[in-house]
């Protein structure tokens, strides 16, 4: 398990300097309280305005400007791994979807040799995938749900939120990651009685 601190909070100014020195204060106070855990930031891993790669990499010249930067925000020591974004239905409007899987392999690359030869620690793509907008296409194709909905809630979805049952599939591999870690871990006493009617079925 891992937490992240940030998820997708941008600095007070366009040079990231606020944002670093948030970090920087935030991650040293969840170590000194908890080290058993690692500890990521949780943003989106646009490159910021002093870098030479936020117009070869990022998404467009907007993002250099958001207050925050991959490389800084990343650095501190006390951030235990890299965390990176890959939202493309949303970064771009006018890309054809083979322009945005270019995009995506060259954003995932960049990000990669900077972990290892800039940062020296592992980078995670912790929020992937197309949107609904993309669904004939493979949307819904990522392993971290953003959100979960129950029926009524669609007026709250960002395109990216997903009613299990409604898609037999993705229900099918929740329930067996569920029961998998209920096995693995315990479960609370709360849940014990639902787990295992639900797993049993399977």
């Not at 935030?26 to 936020?54: A, C, Q, W």
């Not at 965390?83 to 239905?89: A, G, N, Q, R």
């Not at 899987?101 to 020296?120: C, N, P, T, Y």
Request: positive net charge.
């Amino acid at each position: 398990m891992a937490l992240a601190r940030a998820a997708t909070t941008y600095g007070l100014s366009s040079k990231g300097v606020t944002s670093v020195d948030w970090i920087e204060e935030m991650s040293s106070f969840v170590k000194s309280i908890d080290r058993k855990h690692m500890l990521t930031i949780g943003l989106e891993g646009f490159y910021g305005p002093n870098s030479p790669k936020k117009d070869t990499v990022n998404p467009e010249f907007w993002a250099a400007d958001l207050g925050a930067d991959f490389i800084r925000n990343s650095a501190p020591s006390t951030v235990d791994f890299a965390s990176v974004h890959i939202y493309p239905d949303h970064w771009f409007k006018k890309k054809s979807l083979e322009g945005k899987l270019m995009f995506v392999a060259k954003w995932m690359r960049s990000h990669i040799e900077d972990g290892d030869q800039v940062l020296k620690k592992p980078v995670m793509f912790i929020k992937f995938g197309l949107s609904d907008l993309n669904k004939e296409k493979g949307g819904r194709g990522r392993i971290f749900a953003w959100q979960f909905f129950v029926e009524g809630m669609e007026d709250y979805n960002d395109d990216f939120g997903i009613v299990p049952w409604k898609r037999a599939s993705t229900y099918e591999i929740i329930i067996q990651h569920t029961c998998r870690l209920a096995k693995a871990h315990g479960t609370i006493a709360s849940q014990k009685e639902n787990l295992k009617h639900l797993c049993n079925q399977r």
